[in-house]
């Protein structure tokens, strides 16, 4: 009778591990508005395939114009949309705090450009949601370094 209560601990303390479910799934489809440094609104919509990531990149969602990152441990959710860039024109890399995708109106920083410049740009993104903690210094930080706004939205499951 004594193993159970010697068990409880140890399933009691795997259940409260699981990790949460994430907000993104396979088969989503995404909204990207956004609003480039120089004032240009754009949106585009990120249609995830159906399948899961792999295991080799487990964050990894794929989508018919670039990908959805998830890093739970990072706190961020980063949507790519590379479709334009990779034919000459502009690509989108719209990162936001995973923990704010909940709240209506809740902002991200937007990289935009050509391909070439979109590794640089998207460091300076994660800097920013790095050192800032309140939308407004988000904002300042993004302005100062020629950085966009941007929002991720959910459509609804038909």
């Given at each position: 009778m004594r193993l159970p209560t010697l068990?409880?601990?140890?399933?009691?303390?795997?259940?409260?591990?699981?990790?949460?479910?994430t907000p993104v799934q396979p088969?989503?489809?995404?909204?990207?508005?956004?609003?480039?440094?120089?004032g240009?609104?754009?949106?585009t919509a990120l249609r995830l395939t159906a399948a899961p990531p792999t295991p080799t990149a487990p964050g990894t969602y794929r989508a018919d114009r670039g990908s959805l990152l998830l890093d739970?441990?990072?706190?961020?959710l980063i949507a790519l949309?590379?479709?334009?860039?990779?034919?000459?024109?502009?690509?989108?890399?719209?990162?936001?705090?995973?923990s704010?995708?909940?709240q209506p109106g809740a902002?991200?920083?937007l990289a935009s450009g050509p391909l070439s410049d979109l590794p640089a740009a998207l460091e300076r993104v994660l800097a920013v949601?790095?050192?800032?903690?309140?939308?407004?210094?988000?904002?300042?930080?993004?302005?100062?370094?020629?950085?966009?706004?941007?929002?991720?939205t959910r459509a609804p499951t038909p």
């Open positions: 068990l409880l601990p140890l399933l009691l303390g795997s259940a409260l591990a699981a990790p949460a479910p088969g989503q489809t995404w909204t990207l508005s956004a609003t480039t440094f120089d240009e609104v754009l949106s739970a441990t990072a706190d961020t949309d590379l479709k334009d860039a990779r034919e000459g024109g502009l690509g989108l890399a719209c990162a936001l705090r995973l704010t995708l909940v902002t991200g920083v949601l790095d050192v800032t903690r309140t939308p407004q210094e988000q904002a300042d930080a993004a302005r100062e370094l020629r950085l966009g706004q941007c929002t991720l």
